[in-house]
């Protein structure tokens, strides 16, 4: 039987718990890090160097990273044209965590592989917004990256972490808060262990983090949340209505 692993899960939110002196005393027990978006990037600083462990991220629908002089380069001509638009998108990443974006990763020391997707659906112009035909064709890239995990490490991928939820699973009405559609029909084809996401702000204490569907649980990570491995699938649980698949 595996060792039991936990994981720090943030999102959207800076929680006093983890932004205090004493966050190494609360958490550093913790194994890596995983981020849903739309914090600051002094807060994920302010983490990586407390509890020195790998920190993975997606980003979020607001602007993560302020453009100011903090966030970029020194050699950036403010004057303009000192970079273009993939420039400016690279340097609004953290360097101190790995951007799983679109991408697939194997953290060997863990045993956990991960994938990730961030932004939300697209409800304005605004940067990091996805439609759904967009986001279908970013899945489309990682999927041979999931077979070639089938294969020779038994498994497609463990956790998927995404700013957005799936669409009528933890999301909202209102335009902005919809969840992908596509993020279901990936949950059922791939069964990652969990998925978890941000972008659904939690101000009630007592307001369910916790679902699942189709056996695989997708947990809200808004604050923070400790996500323990392995889990306990619920693979029996009853399924939602077909017409909302």
């Known amino acids: 039987m595996k060792e039991t692993r936990e994981f720090l899960c943030i999102a959207d939110h800076v929680d006093p718990l983890i932004y205090t002196a004493s966050v190494k005393e609360r958490f550093g027990h913790v194994d890596a890090v995983f981020s849903c978006g739309d914090l600051k990037r002094n807060y994920y600083e302010f983490i990586v160097s407390m509890l020195n462990v790998p920190f993975i991220y997606v980003l979020g629908n607001h602007s993560p990273f302020s453009l100011d002089k903090s966030d970029l380069s020194s050699d950036y001509d403010f004057s303009g044209g000192g970079c273009n638009d993939s420039d400016l998108r690279r340097r609004k990443l953290f360097g101190g965590g790995l951007h799983v974006d679109g991408r697939v990763t194997y953290l060997k020391k863990q045993d956990l592989i991960a994938a990730g997707f961030g932004g939300s659906i697209r409800y304005n112009q605004g940067d990091n917004q996805y439609s759904e035909v967009e986001m279908f064709f970013r899945i489309l890239k990682i999927i041979p ?58 101000y009630d204490c007592n307001a369910v983090r916790e679902t699942s569907y189709e056996g695989v649980p997708v947990i809200n990570v808004y604050d923070h949340y400790i996500l323990k491995f392995p889990l306990e699938r619920k693979d029996n649980e009853k399924s939602e209505p077909a017409d909302l698949r």
């Open 145 to 202: 990256k999931l077979y070639f995990n089938k294969i020779f490490r038994g498994r497609y991928l463990d956790i998927l972490i995404t700013h957005a939820p799936p669409r009528w699973v933890n999301d909202r009405e209102d335009l902005c808060h919809h969840g992908f559609k596509v993020f279901r029909w990936f949950l059922r084809r791939f069964r990652p262990a969990c998925m978890i996401h941000g972008h659904i702000h939690l």
